[in-house]
């Protein structure tokens, strides 16, 4: 549903700023119907990439199709076709949700009985049945963010693009926001392309995507994800986090990472951590603070991922359902 084919986006220079690569030679593909998440720490480059599908940006390099039209040779079928909610609110928080709905349905030609049954459909997973005349700078965050997903899912979009939705949301609220966004996209046989910084909002979708200064670094399902750095991991807390580390790897051979202040040892197999916990344990107990065993969850995925040097292809692309 989505095609990006050896995209590339270079900021030019000034005299005093050199030009920037944000996006390098970029492939990806989004199947019909999936729930997909893209991330990557500041800088890696899916801002520019969210702003190119949106047609905010031409990219210097390569091609885009959304449901079968070429983004740039084509861009009114894809409006057609695509549903976008910004990080930044786009409702006006001087108008009341109806008068909000009813601008966003002129803009689309929706007048009408077409019009009526849309924002009923449109807003029957909301709270805010009760509230149509209520101006939207009086709701809550997680009441307004609601606001601007009925409008977008009123012109019935076949692909929808959220930009860190859930920005500014208390844990409530974005939780309820994400169960009624995965109960329309599974309802609607949506294609979503969500980018996030909050991995639990991962857990639950179809593919995670991972970027690092403009390059692909992981792109599969979150099982997968997890599966790249084993089924366990040792975790250790020392008052002096390298020199532990380095003699981890001198006296017992074995693979650690520093990650802020611990100390990591990822590649363990299921069933060997115990043993292993004990031994560091047994050998270096006063220089520990703390050591545990846990199961890596995504967050462990892209502070192992993005902490590696980015490589000239992506680590856990699938590379037959991407087309390359």
């Known amino acids: 549903m989505i095609t990006i084919d050896s995209l590339t986006h270079i900021y030019p220079g000034t005299r005093k700023i050199p030009a920037r690569t944000a996006i ?8 019909e ?5 893209l991330s990557g720490p500041n800088g890696s480059g899916k801002s520019t990439l969210f702003r190119i599908l949106c047609g905010l940006a031409l990219p210097s390099a390569g091609r885009i199709t959304v449901a079968g039209f070429d983004l740039f040779a084509q861009p009114a079928k894809v409006r057609g076709v ?20 009813a601008i966003h349905a002129d803009l689309y030609g929706l007048s009408g009985a077409t019009f009526q049954a ?3 459909e449109a807003l029957n997973w909301t709270d805010l049945a009760d509230r149509l005349d209520q101006q939207v700078a009086t709701l809550s965050g997680g009441l307004a963010r609601q606001v601007e997903l009925a409008k977008v899912l009123m012109t019935n979009p076949r692909v929808l693009l959220l930009d860190e939705p859930t920005t500014g949301l208390d844990p409530v609220s974005r939780r309820n926001f994400l169960d009624a966004l995965h109960r329309l996209q599974k309802a609607r046989g ?23 200064e403009g390059k692909l670094l992981a792109y599969d399902s979150p099982q997968a994800l997890k599966a790249m750095i084993g089924t366990e991991m040792v975790v250790v807390q020392a ?3 390298e020199g532990l580390a380095a003699r981890l790897r001198a006296d017992m051979g074995l693979a650690v990472r520093c990650i802020g202040d611990e100390v990591r040892l990822e590649e363990t197999e299921n069933g060997d951590s115990l043993p292993l916990l004990e031994k560091i344990l047994d050998r270096y107990r006063p220089e ?9 969850g995504l967050d462990d995925v892209f502070v192992h ?6 490589p000239d292809h992506a680590l856990a692309i699938d590379l037959k359902r991407t087309g390359t």
């Open 33 to 37: 119907g999936e729930f997909v998440i």
């Open 239 to 241: 008052k002096d986090t």
């Open 305 to 310: 991922v993005t902490s590696r040097a980015v």
């Open 190 to 212: 949506m294609t979503v392309l969500m980018t996030s910084h909050v991995f639990a909002e991962a857990d639950d979708v179809d593919r995670v995507a991972i970027m690092r």
């Open 118 to 120: 849309r924002r009923d």
């Open 82 to 101: 695509l549903g976008v909610v910004f990080q930044s609110p786009a409702v006006d928080k001087h108008l009341s949700v109806a008068e909000n709905l």
């Open 24 to 31: 390098s030679a970029l492939t990806l593909a989004v199947e």
């Open 288 to 296: 520990i603070l703390s050591i545990s065993i846990k199961q890596p």
